[in-house]
């Protein structure tokens, strides 16, 4: 059904469906009335494609982050998204699975789709991938990432920061011997939450090299259990864990708890991201807390900003976050003598 067929079953003229639709205050009660209970008996559904042809502009924003199954991105989406219904747009979400191919993939599908803007939390590091937004015109903020050579908005985390908080607690309780599990290291926020700890470190005279490092191949729950028994295969246990993300640390602490290894009575174990399920752990998990929704929020404002009727006053921003530490039992022991 057209909306040529709802003009011919209200009994008015296709402008006044358009008013209805677009502009219900200029007409009159009665004839929404009847224009409103046409569409609903036809059935119809009003061509966002014509409209964006005819507007010049798409409603959509789209966003593509790392990993929609860890559930920090779900947060960010969620502030995203709130942000971009306010502003009466939508969002439209995929998962490049930290693939630099599939990321390509899906930049270059946004292209052909001309969405409005992209919010994306980059898995190629150079940059390189986001010329498809540049060729065709449409702007894009980086969430949860910074890549100098991008040349446009971001909203980050100071994950520098983030991990000094976490070491510096672990140190707090006495513990020398920590050990950090990470993802893989060519992410930007293992290697920069590795700094703060190495930071921490040397700010409590503990020569280079002092922190032990267990390289997990993703970010995952499996991947923290695999992490975990290798760190139980040392030939001495650290006294505190350190990880790059929750889920690794719940896999940790599931090996640990598999092998009879009491947290925090044996090893201490903290993460990041304060996920739901940190504080929802058999053993509650301490935390370096990211603001995952005010992220993403702040993220579409830019975006929202830059793509809306004073774009031409918009200065491109990067935006970092602080992050906060949240302690609960996971560390609250101190290291055997």
Known sequence: MGIKDVAGAAGVSVGTVSNVINRPETVTAETRRRVLTAIDRLGYVRSESARQLRAGRSRILAMLVLDMANPFFVAVASGAERSARAAGLGVMLCDSAESPAEEAAYLTMFSEQQVRGVLVTPADMSGGNLDALRRHGIPFVLVDRIVPSAHGCSVSVDDVAGGALAVRHLLGRGHRDIAYVSGPMHLAQCRNRREGAELALAEAGLPPGALRHVEAARLDVAAG??????????ASRPGAVFCANDLLALGVLQTFYHAGVRVPEDVALAG???????????????????PAFRLGAAAADLLIEETGDAAHAHEHRRIVLQPELV?????LSRPRP
Do not use: H, K, N, W
């Open 225 to 234: 259990r695999d992490a975990g028994a290798r760190l139980l295969g040392m």
């Open 327 to 331: 302690v609960r039992g996971s560390t």
């Open 272 to 290: 990041y991201d304060d996920i739901e399920f940190a504080s929802a752990a058999a053993v509650p998990l301490t935390s370096v807390r990211q």
